[in-house]
Structure formats: C-alpha cells, structure tokens
C-alpha cells in the first residue's frame, strides 16, 4: 500500500505507522484518518506483522483532529466524521495483534484519542497530553469522553476534560494514561523492546487476551469472566498451547506458529 499522510514499515516483525503531517504537527484530517484505517487493516492481515507501534513525525505524536476541517462542519456532518473517526480507532483497540502509542510529543485531542485506542501507551519525556475540545467549543468526538474515564477514572477525567490542559508524560502517567515515560532518546528502543517482548509469545494466545477485555470492560465481572473461561478452554486446541507447555517442561525457548 501507499500512503499521503502515513508512513508504514515493517522490520522484524513489527509494523510502525508514522502519521507524518509534521508541518501541521500530525492533525488528522478526515484523508489521514482514512488511511489511519487502511493502515491498521494493512497491519493486521499481513503475516510478517505481529504487532504495530503508532507514532508521530516530527515534534508531536498527533495534535488533534485537523481544526480548518471541523470549522465549518454542519451538524450532521460533524456527527458523520465523528462516527467514521471512531469506527477507525475501535481498530486498533480490537486489532489481535498489539498496538503500542509511542507518544514523541503533542498528543491532544483526536490525538491523546488515538493514543488511547491502543493496547498500551509509552510517552517520552517531553509529551503533553489532554483533551482541549471545550477551549473549540466542542466535545471530544473520537472516544475521549468514554475511555479517558475508563483509563483514569470519572473524576481525573472530568478534570482533564472540563478544563481542558494539557499535562506532562509524568502526570499523564501518575494518572494511568501513559503506562511507561522514558528519555526522548530512549523512545523507540523501549517501545521496540517492549513489542518484540510481547509478539514472543504465542499469537492466539495474545489475540484472546485483547478480546477478553475488549468484551469484558463492556460488560459486567461475571460476564467477562465467562468470556475469559471461553478462550481458555478454546486455546486448549490449538499446538502453540502445546507447545507452550512442553517448551516450558522440556527448559527450552516455545517456538509459536500461531495455529
Ligand atoms: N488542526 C490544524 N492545524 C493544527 C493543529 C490542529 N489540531 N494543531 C497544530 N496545527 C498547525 C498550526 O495551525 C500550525 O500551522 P501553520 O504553521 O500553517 O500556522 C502548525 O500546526 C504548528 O502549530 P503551532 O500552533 O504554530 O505550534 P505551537 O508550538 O505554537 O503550538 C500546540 C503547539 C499543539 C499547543 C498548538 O498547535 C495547538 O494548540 N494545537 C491545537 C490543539 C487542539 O486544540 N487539538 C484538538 C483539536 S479538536
């Protein structure tokens, strides 16, 4: 695939989308969104990918939705991009194999959204994250208003989203929105190593983890934990799970096929 407002590559087994509007510190604008969408399907199908690192050229990680977009918007219209924004992040949230944000910079609005789709969250130093929608008049309209309370609670949220601010990688992390904050330089060979930790374990295995708390934070505790017995007996028929086990007896590395 080709792409205007992304980069995407692939080296050892890990995809990275670069959103790369630098000049407008990585506004997503509807086209960038689209491909945003593209991408991740991209990722998701090939087999030489096993997990995606999401990140920003230049100085931000995404500054928002593109705002001499929204300016004009009708009503429906705002309604219909906000539907189809969403729609292309539940992909990265439901995407079976890992997303990783690797947050370089500015990670606000659509972009502090975007950042939570995914699995997990690494922030240099020097981010700033929050939601400043109501400074535009606006409501968060890609998911904010939902998974930050979900991430750092009703309250933490409501702060963040009543007033707008932005907050540093280490604030941001006291909260629970990033998970991890490291130098600048340090940024990528954390979020690689991290990646490469986790695409070492079995495929399916991590596919079901994903979806059992995707399905399970949408449900109640006795519900999810069916959904969790589910794919525990399920991955009982597959080899990796065999493979897992004798690898462990036998003292040896597993060698997961995903099957
Ligand atoms: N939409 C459109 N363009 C944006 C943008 C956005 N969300 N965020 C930044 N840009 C553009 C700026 O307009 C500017 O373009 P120009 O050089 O053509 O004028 C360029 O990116 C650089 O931004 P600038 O504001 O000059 O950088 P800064 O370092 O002074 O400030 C921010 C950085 C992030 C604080 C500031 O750009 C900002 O507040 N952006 C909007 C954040 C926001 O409200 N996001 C939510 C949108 S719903």
């Known amino acids: 695939m080709s792409y205007e407002f992304l980069t995407f590559d692939v080296a050892d087994r890990i995809a990275t989308i670069t959103v790369n509007r630098p000049d407008k510190l990585n506004a997503l604008n509807d086209a960038t969104i689209a ?14 990918v096993a997990g995606v690192l999401l990140t ?16 004009s918007q009708s009503p429906l219209d705002g309604q219909q991009r906000a539907r189809a924004g969403q729609a292309v992040f539940r992909r990265f949230e439901t995407s079976p194999k890992p997303t990783i944000a690797v947050i370089n910079g500015f990670a606000l609005g659509g972009g502090c ?3 939570m789709s995914c699995h997990v969250r690494i922030a240099s130093e020097k981010a700033k994250l929050g939601q ?4 535009l008049g606006i409501v968060p309209g890609y998911g904010g208003t939902q998974r930050l309370p979900r991430l750092v609670g009703r309250g933490a949220a409501l702060k963040l989203l009543l007033t707008g601010d932005m907050i540093d990688a280490a604030e941001a992390h006291r909260l629970g929105l990033v998970d991890q904050v490291v ?6 060979e954390t979020a690689r190593a991290l990646m490469t930790s986790m695409i070492a374990n079995a495929p ?36 990796d799970m065999r493979e897992g086990m004798r690898a462990f007896l036998e003292k040896r590395p597993a060698n997961f096929t995903g099957r």
């Not at 491909?35 to 030489?48: C, S, W």
């Not at 920003?56 to 977009?69: H, K, L, M, P, Q």
């Not at 400043?132 to 400074?135: F, I, L, N, S, T």
């Not at 399916?204 to 525990?232: H, Y």
Request: with cysteine; hydrophobic share 45%.
């Open 35 to 48: 491909e945003l969408g593209v991408a991740i399907d991209e990722a998701v199908r090939r087999d030489d």
């Open 56 to 71: 920003g050229a230049g100085r931000a990680f995404v500054a928002g939705a593109d705002i001499s977009e929204l300016e």
């Open 113 to 115: 959204e975007l950042a």
């Open 132 to 135: 400043p929608e109501v400074k």
């Open 183 to 188: 130098a600048p330089d340090a940024l990528t």
């Open 204 to 239: 399916l295995a991590l596919a079901g983890c994903i979806e059992a708390v995707n399905r399970g934070q949408d449900t109640d505790l006795v519900q999810g934990c069916t959904i969790e017995s589910d794919f525990f007996g399920l991955l009982s028929a597959t080899s």
